[in-house]
Structure formats: C-alpha cells, structure tokens
C-alpha cells in the first residue's frame, strides 16, 4: 500500500511538472510574437526564457540577441542585464549609464560600484557617490549601505557621521545584516549619535535573529545547528566586551572558542568529508584543498587567539600597557559565513 502511494506521488509530480513545461510553452509563443513585432518588454522576457531555457531549450546566444534588441528599443532593465554581464568592464559603462538615466536603480547602483572601485572608468568618488544616492533615494539597500560607508570614511562627500547613521539606518531598516551590525557599533561607540547601548543591543539583537533563521534553515542536523548559533553569540559577546584594556584579554579568549566552534560546525556539514579527512586520502586532501586550508586556518586561528589571550593577559597584569584588539564580529560573521556579502559590490 505504501509503495502504490508512493508511486502515485511520482506520478503526480511528472504530471505537474509536464504541465507547468506546457504551460511555459505556451507563454513563450504568445510572448514571442510579441517580441517580433518589436515590443521591447517581449524581446526583454523572451530574452529570460532562453537564458534560463523557460519553454524553450537553453541558449545562451539568443539570449543576448533578443537582450539586446530589448535593449537597443530602450528598455532599461536589459540594459543593465547586458552592462551587469560584461563584468563591469568599458562596455558596462554604456548599457549601465543608459538604464541608469532612465532612473533604473540597480543601474545607478552599479554605475557607482563602477566609479568607486576605478572598473572601465577613472575613479571618481565623488561620481560614485552621485550615482549611489540616486539609488540610494529610490530604496536600494546596497547603494544606502555604501553612501553611508563613504559618509563614515569621508570619500567623495564630507566626512559626515550622523549623515552616515542615516544612510546605514535605512539601510538596517530593511534587513540589511550588515548595516545593523555597523549601526550596532556606531550606537556602542557613540559615533554620529549620542552613546546609547540599549539601541546597540537592540540593533545586534536583530543581527542574531535573522542569523538564528538562517542557521535553521541550513543542512548539517541539529549539532551543525546548534554549533551556528554558539558561533553567532560567541561573535556578539566579542563586540560586546567592553573596550576597555582589562578586557582585551577576553575578546581574545572568546575568538579562539569561536575558531574551534567554527572548526566543529564545518566538520558537522560534510560527516563525509570528516571520514575521509580522517583516514588521511591524499586525494580527499589534494580535491578539497580550500576546504582543508580553511580547517587548517580555523584550528591555527583557534590556537593563536588562545595564545594571544595568555599573552595578553599576562602583560595587562604585569604592565597595564595597551593591548591589541581581535577582529570586529562583521569581520568575523563574514568569514565564517554567517552574513552575506554577494550584495554588497560596494564597499
């Protein structure tokens, strides 16, 4: 009884699946004759189809045909397909600087990235910060995160604190992980606005709620879960660690923990892996040499850190001299990959 249950299961699926690739089929040529009548937002979706190979076999060459016919009609969001797919090379500028003036915000965002970082263009901050605020203006998240960045480092536009808060807040106000963490900081350190630690724990506390999300909806079982979230509140009590010389020894301590938490949760993912590790296969190590590395970092950076908090601690006691500081929990949280940087090309 089971087994016919579940070979109905299948076949309900093949059925779904086979009318959903009619039903793309369909679309694609209502869609198509459409686009050869010249209708720049037909030409921009069939575009889509054959990129993704939606109702029709996968092509890339008709993709950037039919992209750009769209494109040369004036449509602005194949124009910043086709800049974003030249690698922000000299042939970006074009499409992205088209898109971008007709208000297209993630072509202004990307003109930005382009003037900041010097890409098939002279560096021009100022520039960069021009094209950043137009899409800043129109809720780009990425594009508030960078004004503020340059906002808070002076680049392109006056040094400006509070004006940095600004940016970051709407940034933070969308989810933006990063942007919170620096709010966090801000708020921690009184920089920009008056020093407040309530809206620094309020802003970190939404930092680990949506980590604590994301580490739950990960692969790996509960332990690799559970290892996650010590990592995430190991990083959240390194920055909450008062700066304070007495207690740069223990920032020190918790990132060493943190290092061998981390080590555990990546042998937790790949039990596999661990097995092979373990049996020492020259080949396990030679085809997951930048996993091995990684390890390898993770346990060193453990020990170090331990060594450093001895060190540490044993000259604040004799000396009360100044001590160095670990890194900052983004730092460690992008490191270890429990925030995202993809959508920030910005800096």
């Known amino acids: 009884m089971r087994r016919r249950d579940r070979r109905g299961a299948i076949l309900r699926r093949v059925y779904k699946e086979k009318a959903t690739e009619r039903k793309l089929a369909e679309a694609v040529r209502i ?11 037909a030409q921009y979706h ?3 189809s054959y990129h993704y190979g939606q109702g029709v076999p996968q092509d890339d060459a008709e993709a950037v045909r039919w992209l750009h016919k769209a494109a040369e009609h004036g449509d602005a969001k194949a124009q910043y397909v086709l800049g974003a797919s030249y690698y922000y090379g000299k042939r970006s500028v074009g499409w992205f600087r088209k898109a971008a003036d007709q208000g297209d915000a993630m072509a202004q965002h990307g003109l930005g990235s382009m003037f900041y970082y010097g890409a098939g263009v002279p560096q021009d901050y100022a520039e960069a910060a021009r094209w950043y605020r137009k899409a800043a203006d129109q809720g780009d998240v990425a594009a508030q995160y960078a004004l503020g960045f340059m906002y808070r480092r002076g680049q392109g536009v006056p040094q400006d604190y509070a004006e940095a808060v600004r940016w970051y807040r709407k940034a933070a106000d969308q989810g933006d992980a990063t942007a919170q963490i620096v709010l966090s900081e801000m708020y921690r350190d009184g920089e920009g606005v008056p020093r407040n630690y309530a809206q620094a724990v309020r802003w970190f506390g939404k930092v680990a709620a949506s980590s604590f999300a994301s580490c739950f909806a990960r692969q790996g079982g509960p332990a690799a879960r559970w290892t996650s979230i010590v990592v ?6 390194i920055v909450a660690v008062p700066q304070r010389r007495w207690a740069a020894w223990l920032q020190w301590a918790l990132t060493s923990v943190l290092c061998a938490v981390a080590l555990a949760h990546e042998l937790l993912l790949s039990p596999a892996f661990t097995a092979r590790l373990a049996r020492g296969s020259p080949w396990t190590i030679y085809s997951g040499f930048g996993r091995v590395l990684f390890l390898v970092l993770l346990a060193g950076g453990s020990v170090i850190f331990a060594a450093g908090a001895v060190r540490v601690a044993m000259r604040g006691s004799k000396s009360g001299g100044d001590q160095g500081q670990p890194p900052t929990l983004r730092g460690i949280l992008e490191t270890f990959g429990l925030i995202s940087r993809s959508h920030h090309p910005a800096p």
């Open 31 to 41: 869609i198509r004759v459409r686009a050869e009548k010249g209708e720049a937002d």
């Open 46 to 48: 069939l575009g889509f």
């Open 232 to 237: 995430i509140l190991l990083g959240l009590l």
